[in-house]
């Protein structure tokens, strides 16, 4: 089922910041509805796909193989987009907490759009490299904090 004509939750996510509004409704034009109850499973760790979500409306723990809860997401979050770029398997599980609609993106789809429509895959992939690099730095400052941590620790002893 297509994603509805109100394209208002669609546009809260980060990877259509800069497109037109006709470029907005192609690229949406691509996903599909569905929706989901609490406890379904979006995305499974180790899973071998690279389909792409964007949540409209509800609410997703994003947890770790181990069960380690990375965040609670919901309108607007994007979820598969790593995948979607490395073709590896799924690093996090995402579970919904209650009732959840997501725009879905098969991954050959949508990256043949891209590649077919190169000023709107061009403003698409620099908004998700400004993500990923917003993360990487994110988790570089972690890992620092982490190491100073240690070091104290090392000294302790």
């Not at 499973?41 to 979500?53: C, N």
């Not at 579970?95 to 997501?102: D, H, L, M, P």
């Not at 991954?107 to 709107?120: E, I, K, Q």
């Not at 730095?137 to 982490?146: E, F, Q, V, Y």
Request: charged share 25%; glycine share 8%; hydrophobic share 45%.
């Amino acid at each position: 089922m297509p994603i509805p004509h109100d394209l208002e939750a669609f546009r809260k996510n980060y990877l259509v910041v800069g497109l037109t509004n006709d470029q907005l409704k192609d690229l949406a034009g691509l996903a599909e509805l569905r929706r989901f109850i609490a406890r379904d499973h979006l995305i499974t760790a180790g899973q071998k796909s690279a389909d792409m979500f964007i949540i409209l409306d509800g609410r997703v723990n994003v947890l770790m193989p181990d069960g380690d809860k990375l965040a609670e997401i919901g309108p607007g979050a994007v979820l598969g987009e790593v995948a979607l770029l490395d073709s590896g398997p799924r690093s996090a599980n995402a579970v919904c907490i209650g009732s959840v609609e997501v725009a879905y993106f098969d991954a050959n789809a949508l990256r043949g759009y891209l590649n077919t429509h190169r000023d709107l895959g061009f403003v698409v992939l620099i908004n998700l490299a400004r993500v990923i690099c917003g993360r990487l730095r994110d988790a570089n400052s972690k890992i620092d904090t982490l190491m100073d941590q240690t070091e104290i620790w090392k000294n302790a002893l």
